[in-house]
């Protein structure tokens, strides 16, 4: 590492070429600021820091960042596309609302205690292992932290405090490629509207299903490039849980696409409803049926209207079974009751024949009409 007299900058090799390390300052500013926000020839220095809302020093060689006290009306920070190795000297920022470091060396969230107002955050492509540091940043709406560069087996860690100061106020979050194997720890998040979790190691679908049923207001959901993606129903099975949620690994969900899913679902449950009412059958083939209040008179006359007999003279309800097996049930029931008043006859029969051998000579029988009951006639 070679340093320069400079105050401004440092030299150092890259093992191509020599690149110059900038540090930002209320000079480098006021001489090298692009665009509107360039300082007119007649503006003094503390003039022009002073009114200044957006400061472009992006794809600058910026290594650190100086105190820049006059600068208090700043919004918009550009520093993206540089080499920062950690986040300082942010304290003059009270009215910043968007800040841009992506793409940086920043290892460590830190210093941001007094951006109040921040609303956006943008850190993906660092070295960030936790997520931390954010406790005071309660206006926070959107938070990118992609693609960080982890060493290898780590995934990013979600800080609880920092997850619990912007429970009530995060709305976009991206956490893209950065090894999670769960976004538990995000189910406080109750505004979240737009979640990006692609390209992560993400197996677990009952999980995901359970988070999407906790935030009412999800909208946008992407987790296209995980194991769980080749789940069963895998996109179906998310369409029917938020109502809210509009598109799905960046496609968008047609309306009559999900009330179709929510039709199957909901005669898919009915089904299992159905099915669970259903009484089991004994060993004996005869029907467990359950109990009901004899008192109840009402309660009674609705179970005969609703019902059949079966072979032992019970009820059994309608509804408990598809129409075939009622159908066949009271087929079998009639058959039974026809036979049993056929084997009376036959028994009736029988033992008017035998009691006409004991009586004694001179007493007519007149044969018995064929109908359910017998009677003799004496002469």
């Known amino acids: 590492m070679l340093v320069s007299n400079s105050r401004l900058c440092k030299l150092y090799w890259d093992g191509n070429s020599v690149l110059k390390m900038v540090k930002l300052t209320a000079e480098l500013i006021a001489k090298q600021a692009p665009g509107h926000n360039k300082r007119r020839a007649d503006e003094s220095t503390a003039h022009y820091l002073s009114r200044i809302t957006h400061l472009p020093f992006q794809s600058r060689g910026i290594d650190s960042v100086d105190i820049i006290p006059a600068c208090r009306h700043l919004t918009v920070i550009y520093l993206y596309d540089n080499a920062?190795?950690?986040?300082?000297?942010?304290n003059f920022a009270e009215n910043l609302t968007h800040l841009y470091l992506q793409n940086n060396r920043l290892q460590k969230l830190?210093?941001?205690?007094?951006?109040l107002k921040l609303?956006?955050?943008?850190?993906?492509?660092n070295q960030l292992r936790v997520l931390e540091g954010l406790n005071n940043c309660i206006s926070l709406t959107e938070l990118y932290v992609e693609n960080q560069h982890l060493p290898e087996g780590e995934k990013l860690v979600f800080e609880?405090?920092?997850?619990?100061a912007l429970a009530k106020v995060l709305q976009i979050l991206n956490v893209s490629g950065n090894n999670l194997d769960s976004l538990i720890e995000l189910s406080v998040l109750e505004h979240l509207e737009e979640l990006t979790a692609?390209?992560?190691?993400?197996?677990?679908l009952r999980e995901l299903v359970h988070l999407l049923s906790i935030w009412p207001t999800i909208k946008r959901l992407d987790t296209n490039r995980n194991p769980l993606c080749t789940k069963a129903r895998y996109r179906e099975r998310l369409i029917v849980v938020p109502t809210t949620l509009e598109v799905l690994d960046g496609k968008p969900i047609p309306a009559n696409s999900r009330q179709f899913l929510l039709n199957w679902k909901a005669s898919r449950e009915a089904q299992q409803k159905r099915?669970?009412?259903?009484?089991?059958?004994?060993?004996?083939?005869?029907?467990q049926h359950s109990h009901m209040n004899v008192g109840d008179s009402n309660g009674i006359n609705d179970y005969h209207r609703n019902g059949f007999k079966t072979d032992n003279n019970s009820l059994v309800k309608k509804g408990m079974f598809p129409i075939a097996f009622g159908e066949n049930a009271q087929r079998k029931s009639t058959a039974l009751a026809r036979g049993e008043k056929f084997s009376a006859l036959f028994t009736t029969g029988i033992h008017h024949i035998q009691s006409s051998l004991n009586r004694p000579q001179g007493v007519t029988f007149v044969e018995p009409l064929i109908n359910p009951s017998f009677e003799s006639v004496n002469h």
């Open 275 to 287: 099915e669970a009412t259903i009484p089991d059958m004994n060993d004996s083939g005869d029907l």
């Open 198 to 204: 692609s390209n992560n190691n993400l197996q677990n």
């Open 110 to 115: 830190e210093n941001l205690d007094s951006c």
């Open 160 to 164: 609880p405090r920092t997850i619990l």
């Open 119 to 125: 609303q956006k955050l943008y850190l993906g492509g």
């Open 84 to 90: 920062l190795s950690k986040i300082e000297n942010l």
